[in-house]
């Protein structure tokens, strides 16, 4: 609303400025570059609650608590072998599926569903442009994901991610009407560029906060199969070292399964 009201402010001050102060442009032009870089920021930026809520970090109540999350699965190999790791570890955690994924593994959804991890919502083709869309388009997105995990689980999801984390108000106001929250994170493993596993490690473990909302991605990065699940599996020790419980992320705290 802000923005709008903003853009629709900008834009009477410059036909103003054309007809009877053209002295004025050069400062118009300059807050128009000013708006558009705080306007893009607000839509980059993970945390950013200027276009309605967003949830980039989750603090629990009474005790440490940390969220593990996976965005852009199911895939056949990287999926079970995270499942794999999360099950020796007992950890918890969320995936944030894409729809035609799941759609693909319905299989592999059910491993997860039935393993006691949240599944979410991370829009149904992984649509990158979705700013960029119609709001019906990006409706049906949300729809055809939430209604394919609810057929292959039972249970409609609470939580929807946009892709690459980047919404704007038409986003914000699609997956609140659908009933979700709309969650991001606060640190992400950049295990798609993965440049150093160990430098992934030492950022991962800094600083760990209660409420931590990690981001991974269960399908083939840059990072090998292999040096994804020792990041992973460094980070949960890190934590639990530190007194920290894992939990999926849901509407209401009291159904989260097992902490690990
Ligand atoms: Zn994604």
């Not at 056949?76 to 918890?92: D, E, F, G, M, Y």
């Not at 083709?125 to 609810?150: F, W």
């Not at 083939?220 to 419980?245: H, M, N, W």
Request: charged share 20%; net charge positive.
């Amino acid at each position: 609303m802000i923005f709008t009201l903003l853009a629709y402010a900008l834009l009477l001050l410059t036909g103003w400025a054309l007809a009877l102060a053209p002295a004025w442009l050069p400062y118009l032009l300059a807050a128009y570059g000013g708006f558009f870089v705080i306007y893009f920021w607000c839509m980059l930026s993970p945390s950013s609650s200027a276009f309605g809520p967003v949830i980039s970090q989750l603090p629990g109540v009474g005790k440490q608590v940390v969220y593990l999350t996976f965005d852009d699965g199911p895939h056949a190999v990287v999926t079970p072998a995270v499942l794999r790791l999360l099950r020796q570890k007992q950890v918890p955690a969320t995936f944030f599926v894409v729809g035609e994924k799941a759609r693909a593994l319905p299989e592999v959804v059910a491993q997860i569903h039935r393993e006691g991890h949240v599944l979410a919502n991370h829009t149904d083709s992984h649509h990158h442009l979705l700013t960029l869309t119609p709001l019906s388009v990006i409706q049906r997105e949300i729809e055809r994901c939430s209604g394919t995990i609810a057929e292959l689980t039972g249970k409609q999801p609470d939580c929807f991610r946009p892709c690459a984390g980047i919404k704007d108000r038409y986003i914000a106001a699609a997956a609140r009407r659908a009933g979700l929250l709309l969650v991001n994170w606060n640190k992400r493993s950049l295990d798609t560029v993965c440049r150093s596993p160990r430098a992934m490690i030492r950022r991962m473990c800094a600083k760990p906060a209660n409420g931590d909302i990690l981001l991974f991605h269960d399908r083939p990065t840059r990072c090998s199969l292999a040096d994804k699940l020792a990041v992973l599996t460094a980070v949960i020790d890190c934590y639990r070292e530190q007194g920290f419980v894992f939990r999926g992320i849901k509407k209401r705290p009291a159904q989260d399964g097992p902490a690990g």
